[in-house]
């Protein structure tokens, strides 16, 4: 038996670092450079052809420039163009390719997660045309999901060509979606957190640098193909905002959050409602594009993307009754069509509708500046209903560059992510994801075994067997290892130095066998045995028991790899999980008051 103490306290290796990256990330930051600055081109193709559809559709008309469709003459006419499209929709969604269904970042984030950031390259065609024809013929929907869709599409293909693996593929097919929606909006930051927080599942510089590059490329690009920013400019609101300012910052985003679960309820409401229809799901953006249609002659704001009216509640010139046809008509043909399982984005109607509850809220909110609360709600909105609060409150700063309302923007974020998150268990994004059999989870922590040594774990009172040993007297330091629940021996040479290991199970049948008096266990040891070092963390030394199917080490020092220290198993490792559970779940008072006198009580 050997007592295997480490002397002195331990020392983190010196080969382990802050971040893991390598110099490759240099080869992946140049091809999500080429992305970013295609992807700028990417979503000035699709814009334009929104525009072209609109055109075509509802005005008879050749040209590329975003219009509204409120305008149009049609006429009772009116509700068969959003049924025409629809009907498109759905025979390319069935003949050429069922993941341009959706809005986009559920069919990103299920490509992440489920086919190895792997895309078709007909996706990167299909969905921005798809799209196109959607919006074009009056869908209420945003360009950014599709954007977003096509140019992680794009990235994936080009990923696809090279040599790579599945998280590089991932990081270029993320670079491509955030590039998309920073040509878009104007907003490389947000696109990034964007990334961060519903794509990558990560927060490794191996991903971000790649995705950020690509981000500011397309921001670049988008001044010369697009222009600049802001998308919504509004008249600046002052830095001070009054404590009934901040109180009804927390009212603000309380109602906020329950408009963002009544939306997410609504859409997959009306999911479940398509679903019990006796008829293939190909007709079912059909019957979306009839309520649009129908929506569009009851208030023909609620067709299309809505940026002028997104741009008019900011700047406080919306009547009442544009206020409430949004959040009755645009709310109501957004989450029918959406949920008929048609192609669109969602962040411009969630903006629009956010800017109409903002609407409402300046009605009897302290005044705080024209377009303040229409702003204020537009964050609340993208934070609780995405669960993406800093997206939220970036994305609004880069659309008005306002950096005045950071203060009331975080409060009322915060507040609607809070009631989100209490009161629903997945965001509009994640449940589809969840509806298609999988889960994922939006909480990152740093891993507790990434913190922990094998030297904090490991046991170094072990049986350990001399190489020089015969068969014939192993059997009492066996029964002794049994009795500790030892499955593994060392086996030590004369100088105390592994030559190799040897398990319980090859000890009893050895036992068994009657083997040759003369044969020593250096004869029947395994050689050269995988090891764990006493300075590595121990989700290295997991890694390495999933690779080799084995889950005992014997544990050495780096600098001397036949000197043993001690073993460490799986059940050390799930010993160290259940001190990180240990930490979360049990409550203690640590501080107690003590009052330099009695208190007597009266009886």
């Known amino acids: 038996m050997i007592e295997a103490k480490m002397s002195g306290p331990p020392k983190a290796s010196e080969h382990l670092g802050d971040f893991t990256t390598g110099w490759r990330v240099l080869w992946i930051s140049s091809l999500a450079i080429g992305i970013g600055l295609v992807s700028a081109y990417i979503a000035l193709a699709l814009l334009r052809l929104i525009g072209l559809f609109t055109n075509l559709f509802f005005f008879q008309r050749w040209g590329t420039a975003l219009v509204s469709p409120a305008s149009n003459h049609l006429g009772l006419w009116e509700v068969a163009v959003p049924v025409a499209g629809a009907l498109i929709i759905g025979l390319m969604a069935r003949y050429g390719s069922e993941r341009i269904r959706g809005h986009g970042i559920p069919e990103a984030i299920e490509a992440i997660l489920i086919n190895g950031s792997k895309v078709e390259p007909k996706v990167a065609i299909l969905k921005p045309l798809s799209s196109a024809i959607s919006i074009g013929t009056g869908g209420p929907f945003g360009a950014e999901g599709p954007i977003i869709m096509t140019g992680g599409a794009f990235g994936s293909m080009i990923a696809q060509l090279f040599h790579l693996s599945a998280n590089e593929r991932k990081t270029l097919l993320v670079a491509g979606a955030a590039a998309g929606m920073s040509a878009t909006f104007a907003s490389p930051v947000s696109a990034v957190l964007l990334a961060v927080e519903l794509l990558l599942f990560e927060w490794k510089p191996r991903s971000f640098i790649p995705v950020a590059l690509a981000s500011v490329t397309a921001g670049a690009a988008r001044r010369y193909v697009l222009g600049l920013g802001p998308l919504f400019p509004v008249p600046p609101h002052p830095v001070f905002i009054s404590p009934q300012g901040l109180a009804g910052c927390l009212v603000a985003g309380v109602l906020a959050g329950a408009l963002s679960a009544l939306l997410t309820i609504a859409v997959y409401a009306a999911e479940d409602l398509f679903r019990l229809l006796p008829i293939h799901w190909m007709w079912w953006p059909a019957l979306g594009g009839l309520a649009i249609g129908l929506g569009g002659l009851i208030f023909p704001q609620a067709l299309g993307v809505g940026y002028d009216t997104i741009g008019a509640l900011l700047q406080g010139e919306v009547p009442r009754a544009t206020i409430l046809g949004i959040l009755l008509v645009k709310s109501a043909i957004w989450a029918i069509s959406l949920g008929s399982g048609t192609s669109g984005g969602v962040l411009a109607p969630l903006l629009m509708m956010g800017g109409a509850l903002g609407g409402i809220e300046s009605m009897f909110l302290p005044h705080e500046g024209t377009g303040f609360w229409p702003l204020v709600s537009m964050g609340a909105i993208l934070g609780g209903t995405m669960r993406s609060p800093f997206t939220g409150i970036i994305f609004v700063l880069e659309l008005t560059h306002d950096v005045n309302v950071l203060v009331p923007l975080l409060l009322a974020v915060t507040m609607s992510h809070a009631f989100t998150v209490l009161t629903l268990r997945r965001s509009i994004l994640t449940e589809k994801v969840a509806r298609r059999g ?132 799986l059940e050390d490792l799930l010993r160290a999980r259940t001190r990180a559970l240990d930490e979360d779940r049990r409550r203690e008072r640590v501080l107690h008051i003590r009052l330099p006198f009695r208190v007597r009580r009266m009886v």
């Open 438 to 569: 999988y889960h994922l989870s939006r909480e990152y922590a740093v891993d507790p075994l990434e913190i922990l040594f094998v030297h904090d774990v490991m046991r170094d009172n072990i049986v350990a067997l001399p190489a020089a040993m015969n068969s014939g007297h192993i059997g009492d330091l066996a029964a002794n290892g049994a009795r500790r629940g030892q499955l593994l021996y060392p086996v030590l040479d004369d100088a105390h130095r592994l030559v190799g290991v040897i398990t319980r199970g090859s000890l009893a049948k050895l036992l068994k066998s009657r083997p040759s008096p003369e044969q020593s266990l250096a004869d029947l040891a395994r050689k050269d045995p995988v090891v764990a070092y006493a300075d590595e963390t121990l989700r290295t030394v997991v890694y390495r028991m999933a690779e080799t199917g084995l889950t005992r080490f014997p544990v050495v020092e780096r600098t001397d790899q036949r000197r043993l220290v001690g073993m460490v198993s």
